[in-house]
């Protein structure tokens, strides 16, 4: 049973840096032509892809936002982790990780995480 | 980036009444590469059609999708309550992945 999970901080300031992580069940990041990726939803607002990290440990990232965010994993190919600098009110979202199998589409997404950048 | 224009924004249905929404990409994608996904109030997406046209695990066979190049739809063949939501397409073909705005479905 594929199962992913995100977590965060909740509430930050202005400025700071967002970390969030993806904690995954039920498949390994390490099979060939998985991948997980993030992406967004401002209340009410339609969905932004924002980075994603495949089997091979390659990184991708929305060309918009690419000079203030790191995706990663970890060793064991359980978690993924999404950094993103200098945030604002804008920054303000449900933060979901969802898993993406080559020609299918993202299948399995988490519950999400809300984040509210306020200070 | 690609640029997905999906209409309307809104229906209003009737219990087993056909809808068909459409998404028309600003370019050209290879038709592998255009999902379809159902999103209900206060839930995550799912995924309802992946690759313009095969349905994902458990979903209905009232569901389908069809198109090439620029232009794609999504149909369902009769609308039962269990579907208000909102649906979105969205493209993998480049990078960025982008959304269409959402088409809100709801029952008359």
């Known amino acids: 049973q594929v199962t992913l999970k995100e977590s965060g901080p909740g509430m930050l300031q202005p400025s700071k840096t967002l970390s969030l992580t993806c904690s995954f069940s039920?498949?390994?990041?390490?099979?060939?032509?998985?991948?997980v990726s993030w992406i967004r939803q401002p209340s009410g607002k339609s969905l932004e892809w924002l980075a994603a990290?495949?089997?091979?440990?390659?990184?991708y990232y929305n060309p918009s936002l690419k000079s203030r965010l790191t995706v990663s994993k970890d060793t064991s190919n359980t978690q993924v982790f999404l950094k993103i600098t200098s945030v604002d009110i804008a920054d303000t979202a449900t933060y979901y990780c969802?898993?993406?199998?080559?020609?299918?589409?993202?299948?399995?997404w988490g519950q999400g995480v809300m984040v509210t950048v306020s200070s | 980036a690609i640029v997905l224009n999906q209409s309307p924004s809104s229906i209003i249905a009737s219990q087993g009444e056909k809808v068909t929404i459409t998404c028309r990409a600003s370019?050209?994608?290879?038709?592998?590469?255009l999902h379809w996904y159902q999103q209900k109030p206060g839930a995550f997406p799912k995924l309802v059609i992946y690759?313009?046209?095969y349905r994902a695990s458990g979903v209905p066979s009232r569901f389908s999708g069809s198109g090439s190049g620029t232009s794609y739809s999504f149909t369902i063949s009769r609308v039962e309550a269990e579907d208000v939501a909102t649906y979105y397409c969205?493209?993998?073909?480049?990078?960025?992945?982008?959304f269409g705005a959402g088409t809100k479905l709801e029952l008359k």
């Open positions: 969802a898993r993406e199998r080559e020609l299918g589409g993202l299948d399995y």
């Open positions: 039920g498949f390994s990041l390490s099979t060939s032509g998985m991948v």
């Open positions: 990290i495949d089997w091979d440990g390659d990184k």
């Open positions: 370019s050209s994608i290879s038709s592998n590469y």
């Open positions: 690759s313009t046209s």
């Open positions: 969205q493209q993998g073909s480049s990078n960025p992945y982008t």
